[in-house]
C-alpha cells in the first residue's frame, strides 16, 4: 500500500515559486477584490507564497537560505514581471504580507548576475515604479511599506539619481509636512538619504535645479511646523558640506536671501532651532568674500546680533568649548564688519 500522500510536499523550486507568486498576485483582480470571500481565499494563496518566498531567502531558523536558489529567485521575479505586480498589488495586500514582502524586498535588491543587480536593472527600465513607490505616501495605509521598499532602492546610485530629478521628487516637500506625523517622518527619512545618500549624484542634481529647489526647501525652513524647521535645519548642514557639493555652499552663502533665512532662525523660539541655525550662519559670516549686502545687514543688526550671541550656548550635549571657539570668532568678525567706513547705505 502507498502512502505516499503523508510525505511532505516538496518545495518549490525559484521558477515555479515565481510563477505560483505571480499567480496569486494577478488572482487580485479587479472582480476577486469585490467579493469578500474570494478576496479572503486570494489573499490566503498570496500570503502562503509570500512566506515560501521569505523562508528561501531568509531560511527557516534551522535550515539556511541557499544562495543559488536565492539568486536564482531574484531573476525569476524579474523575467516573470513579478516585481510591477510587488508594487501595484500592495494597496490590496493583507498587513503580514506587505511585511513578508518589504523583507524580501531588501535581499532581492542586492542580488548580482555578474556586475548587474538584476532587480536594480528592472527598475532602472521600469522608473515608473519608482514614482510610484513614492506617491505610495498619499495611502496612509501603505505609506510606511513604500516608504521601506524606497530607501531600500536609494541605497543604488542610480535608482536615487532617478528619483532626485523626477517630478516626483517634489512631492516630498509635501510629504514631510503631512499631518499623520508618522508618515511625515517617514518621508523625511527618505528625503534625507535621497539628499544625502550618494553626494556626487546629489552635487549634479542640485547645480540643475539650484533655484527652484531651494525656492522649495525654503519653505522647510520657514514651515511652522517646528519638526519640519528642525529637521530641515539639521539636514542642509549635511548636504551643503560635503565636498562635492562645496561650489554650492558658496552659491548659497553669497545669497542674500538665504542669509535673511539664517537670521531669522537665530531668533526662533527654540534654542535648538538657534544652535542649528547659528552652524549655518557662522558660514555666512566666515566667508571672506561677503556681498556687501550681507556686510551692510551685519552691520545694521551688529548689537542685537552680538546680544543674541552671547546668551547662546551649545546646549545639552553639545561641545562646549568648540562652540564657544567658534562664536567668539563670529562675534569678532560681526565687530569687525561694523566697523568698516564704507557701509553706510
Not at 515559486?17 to 483582480?29: F, H, P, Q, T, V
Not at 525656492?215 to 517646528?226: G, I
Request: net charge negative.
Amino acid at each position: 500500500m502507498s502512502f505516499s500522500f503523508f510525505k511532505a510536499l516538496r518545495p518549490k523550486t525559484p521558477q515555479e515559486l515565481a510563477k505560483a507568486i505571480k499567480d496569486s498576485l494577478m488572482g487580485l483582480d479587479t472582480k476577486t477584490v469585490v467579493e469578500v470571500k474570494l478576496l479572503e481565499k486570494a489573499l490566503e494563496e498570496v500570503e502562503k507564497n509570500f512566506s515560501a518566498m521569505k523562508v528561501m531567502l531568509l531560511g527557516d531558523g534551522e535550515v539556511e537560505p541557499n544562495v543559488d536558489q536565492i539568486l536564482q529567485l531574484a531573476v525569476e521575479v524579474c523575467k516573470e514581471d513579478v516585481v510591477s505586480l510587488f508594487f501595484h498589488k500592495l494597496s490590496i495586500l493583507g498587513w503580514e504580507a506587505r511585511k513578508d514582502l518589504v523583507q524580501c524586498w531588501s535581499i532581492l535588491l542586492k542580488q548580482k548576475v555578474g556586475s548587474t543587480y538584476c532587480c536594480v536593472q528592472f527598475l532602472e527600465n521600469h522608473s515608473d515604479l519608482l514614482d510610484f513607490l513614492v506617491a505610495g505616501y498619499d495611502n496612509k495605509e501603505i505609506a510606511l511599506n513604500c516608504g521601506n521598499m524606497l530607501r531600500e532602492c536609494i541605497k543604488f546610485p542610480t535608482l536615487a539619481k532617478y528619483i532626485l530629478e523626477s517630478p516626483s521628487f517634489e512631492l516630498f516637500f509635501k510629504y514631510v509636512e503631512l499631518a499623520n506625523f508618522d508618515v511625515a517622518s517617514d518621508a523625511f527619512s527618505t528625503f534625507k538619504d535621497l539628499l544625502t545618500k550618494h553626494p556626487d549624484a546629489v552635487s549634479e542634481f542640485l547645480t540643475s535645479h539650484y533655484v527652484e529647489f531651494f525656492e522649495q526647501y525654503e519653505t522647510l525652513l520657514t514651515s511652522s511646523n517646528y519638526v519640519t524647521r528642525r529637521q530641515s535645519l539639521k539636514l542642509l548642514s549635511e548636504f551643503l558640506l560635503e565636498p562635492p557639493s562645496s561650489h554650492i555652499m558658496k552659491k548659497y552663502i553669497a545669497e542674500v536671501q538665504h542669509f535673511k533665512v539664517m537670521m531669522t532662525l537665530l531668533t526662533d523660539t527654540s534654542k535648538n532651532i538657534q544652535i542649528s541655525a547659528f552652524h549655518i550662519f557662522k558660514i555666512f559670516v566666515a566667508n571672506p568674500n561677503k556681498p556687501r549686502e550681507i556686510k551692510v545687514i551685519l552691520a545694521k543688526n551688529h548689537e542685537r546680533l552680538l546680544e543674541l550671541l552671547n546668551n547662546l550656548s551649545a546646549g545639552k550635549g553639545g561641545d562646549d568649548d568648540q562652540f564657544e571657539e567658534e562664536k567668539e570668532l563670529i562675534i569678532k568678525e560681526i565687530q569687525k564688519v561694523s566697523q568698516l567706513p564704507d557701509l553706510a547705505s
